[in-house]
Each structure stands twice: as structure tokens, then as C-alpha cells.
């Protein structure tokens, strides 16, 4: 049993050095985008990061609040802006289907009372795995609004995200809660299964407000 767990900790701090590692190329390329003027500062970044990546490696195990900063740092240097290749076009939005995506629970009803299920399955889904600690150790002092797309596809997954003007750990607590959502039947478009932008209002401070609606202010693209 012993060998059994060493193993599993071993293959956590591989994965944690080979994490480490990614966050350290993905800064460094970002980096060699950047004008020569700013190479100074950039040279005293590297420092802090190699700092960071000798940590992690040390340490050898993150707590989830050190994960969740990590994966927010993350979300400011991704190179992508698209899903899967595919451009916000290629996409029915939400509003314009016919036969929305049926949620788990929304089976048998009507084309207007699947999407006012979906709608409210959502909701109340991101209101519960949502930790509501993140935005109180912000300490807003009035209700912050964040607006976010994400796609269900022609499989009902969940196959990209955008989401704007976050503050970085609000951004990437909700991303973590999206990419959990679970399976459910497609969205039909002439009896074809389609893939749906769906966007929605994120108003937090002690608590969070989901409100799906729609958004016109459509992304050009949307983010894994």
C-alpha cells in the first residue's frame, strides 16, 4: 500500500513539474513577442517565475487556493482566442434555435419550456459549485457584473468559454465551474444536431447572480 501511494505522489509532482514547466514556455514566448525597450523588466518577470517553478517543484503539492492562482495566471497569458479551430459563425446562437440543448431534468417539454429550463438548470448549477469565498476575500464594496459566453456543441459539451473584464480569480473560478457542466442532449436545428452560443450575466459580491440571456456583443471568437 505504502509503494502504491509513493507512486501516486510521485506521478502528482511530475505533473506538478511538468506544469510548472508549460507556465514557464508560455511566459517566455509571451515574452519574446514584446517589444526590446521592456526586456529589462521582463528579464526581473522571468526571475519571479523561475522563483515560482523551483517552488512548486520543492514543494511538490498546491493547495487548492494556490492552484486556483496559477490557473488565473494562466487565463492572462493564453495564446488562443478560438475553440477548436472554429469561429464564432459556425455557431447558432441560443436565442435564434430551435430546440435548445436539453439539460438533465428538462426531458419532454415544450421547445420555449426547454430553454427556460436550461436556462434555470444552469443557473442554479453555477450558483451551487461556485465558491462564493473568492469574491468575499475581494472585498467589494458594491455587486460587480461579468459577462461570459460559452458554447455547447453539437455532442452537448462544453467546448469553449469567454469571459470578460474579470477580475483574474473571479475569471478563472468561473471557467473552472463551466468546464464542469455536465453532458446533455444537443441543441436541433432541422433535425441536426447544432452547436449553441450561450451567453450570460455574472453579478457577484457576497453572493452570485447567474442570469442567462442575450448578450449582442458577441466575441469574435471564444476561448477554450
Known sequence: MCNTLNFIKEKKHQGLIIFSLTLFILFTISCDQKPQSSRKSES??????NAVQQQIMVQGNMSEEEELA???LCSLISPRDGFDNKYIDD???FKDVKNAPIYNGCEGLSSEETKKCFNESISKFIKHEFNSGIANKLDISEPQQVVAFFIIDENGKLSGMKIRDAEVTIQAEIGRVLKK???MKPATQNGINVPVLCSMLVTYSSEIEIE??????TPERVVD
Request: cysteine-free.
Open 70 to 72: 496559477i490557473s488565473s
Open 44 to 49: 526581473e518577470l522571468i526571475n519571479k517565475i
Open 181 to 183: 457542466l455536465p453532458k
Open 212 to 217: 442567462l440571456m442575450y448578450i449582442p456583443e
Open 91 to 93: 455557431v447558432i446562437l
